[in-house]
Each structure stands twice: as structure tokens, then as C-alpha cells.
């Protein structure tokens, strides 16, 4: 089963950062979080990942808690392409090659 | 960057027949690829994993003898559907693992193929 739980929606406007969370409260000390999204009928693309920092790339930032339990993804300036369902991951297994387990993750939808 | 290549990337296949999905990673080795499914409005499912050059290891109620799956290469891993049946249609998606592209590519998806039995 996912370790992860995400609310099933969220909207936000375009131009605006768009604040995903996630919780993964039983996430051991080694398990990475992953963070994926998925456009309609297309396989899922790699966004970011951390293990205890703060992480950030070109597309996002991902807000690791303290305690680890749970997780923010930010997208700074949303746009109407970034409309899609975004899956948060606590890979499962040892560091080489563990599974990601996909849970229900969010739909985002982007609005003019 | 990584790319994984997935082929076909839509089949339609009668009852009964065999489907053979393929798996590539064009620009990296690959250690282990995932195999997943995916039901319309539902989120993606692993089926299995495998590494190159054994046996593949299922997730619970997956049925193996259905689902062949070979990791032939470190580039390349199949899915044969046996005897399909039309609860068999779903979207089929690989991932390619490889520790070399490690931190940024770890896991690479190939872009999904739709299978549809009739």
C-alpha cells in the first residue's frame, strides 16, 4: 500500500504558486520522498525528490518537514500546462532500484 | 537526458491472442524496470520487477503465468499479456531504474502503451 495520502483536488490560478501537500507519516529514515506528476494517457514525469532537506530544481521546490511526516510541493508560477495529477511517493525498499508505490494522488487544475 | 522508449504505444488485440509490450532505455542501463498498470481514473499499479537477467518478482495478485515479463538486456524488458481477455485492456507503463543517473533520473517512465482486447 502507499505511504502517502494527498487531497484528491485542487485548483489554483495561473500565474500563482501552487502549494501540493502530502502526508507520510510512517516514512522511515531512509525513504526518499518522490514527487511525479502525470498528464492525461501519458506515463508520469519526474519533478523532484528529497530525504530530509529542502530540495529545489527548475520546475519546483519540495518543503520536507522536520519530523519528515509530511511534505509541501510548490510549483512558483503555475500554468495552464502544468494541469495534472501530482503524486507524491515514499519510495519503498533499499536505495538501489526500490519500488515506488503510486497512491491516489492530486489533480491540480490551472485556471485562467 | 534519460528516455525511455515504450512500444507500441496502442494495441488492439482479440480475445485469446498474446501481446508483447517493449520496454527500452535509450540512453542508460538500466538495473531494474518496474512494469504498472493503469485503469481509467485510477492511479497507477506495479505489477512487477525485474532485473536484468532473472526472474521477475510479482506483486500480490498479479498473476505471473499472465504476464510474462523477460529483462533480457540492461536495456531492454517485456511484457507479454497471455490469452488476453477484455479485463485485461488497461494503460500499460514501464520505469527504468538506473543508479548511474542516481540523484535527478533515478527512475525514468516510458511513455505508457494502451492495450484494448476485443
Known amino acids: 500500500d502507499a505511504k502517502t495520502t494527498q487531497p484528491t483536488s485542487m485548483d489554483c490560478a495561473e500565474g500563482r504558486a501552487a502549494n501540493l501537500p502530502c502526508n507520510h507519516s510512517t516514512i522511515s529514515g531512509n525513504e526518499y520522498v518522490y514527487w511525479y506528476r502525470q498528464i492525461h494517457s501519458q506515463g508520469p514525469q519526474y519533478i523532484i525528490h528529497?530525504?530530509?532537506n529542502n530540495e529545489t530544481n527548475e520546475m519546483a521546490s519540495l518543503i520536507i518537514t522536520e519530523d519528515r511526516k509530511s511534505s509541501t510541493l510548490i510549483l512558483p508560477h503555475a500554468t495552464l500546462r502544468d494541469t495534472a495529477v501530482y503524486y507524491c511517493?515514499?519510495?519503498?525498499?533499499?536505495?538501489?532500484?526500490?519500488?515506488?508505490?503510486f497512491g491516489q494522488g492530486t489533480e491540480l487544475s490551472v485556471k485562467p | 537526458g534519460a528516455v525511455v522508449s515504450q512500444h507500441p504505444s496502442w494495441v488492439i488485440c482479440k480475445s485469446g491472442t498474446s501481446v508483447k509490450i517493449e520496454c527500452r532505455s535509450l540512453d542508460f542501463q538500466a538495473t531494474t524496470m518496474f512494469w504498472y498498470r493503469q485503469f481509467p481514473k485510477q492511479s497507477l499499479m506495479l505489477m512487477a520487477t525485474?532485473?536484468?537477467?532473472?526472474?521477475?518478482?510479482?506483486e500480490q495478485g498479479v498473476e505471473k503465468d499472465k504476464f510474462l515479463i523477460n529483462h533480457a538486456s540492461l536495456t531492454l524488458s517485456t511484457l507479454t499479456v497471455t490469452s488476453a481477455h477484455p479485463e485485461d485492456s488497461s494503460f500499460y507503463i514501464c520505469?527504468?531504474?538506473?543508479?548511474?543517473?542516481?540523484?535527478?533520473?533515478?527512475?525514468?517512465f516510458g511513455s505508457g502503451t494502451r492495450l484494448t482486447v476485443v
Open positions: 511517493i515514499v519510495r519503498v525498499g533499499d536505495n538501489q532500484g526500490g519500488k515506488l508505490i
Open positions: 520505469s527504468a531504474y538506473s543508479p548511474g543517473k542516481g540523484k535527478i533520473y533515478g527512475y525514468t
Open positions: 525485474s532485473n536484468e537477467g532473472s526472474k521477475a518478482t510479482y
Open positions: 528529497g530525504l530530509k
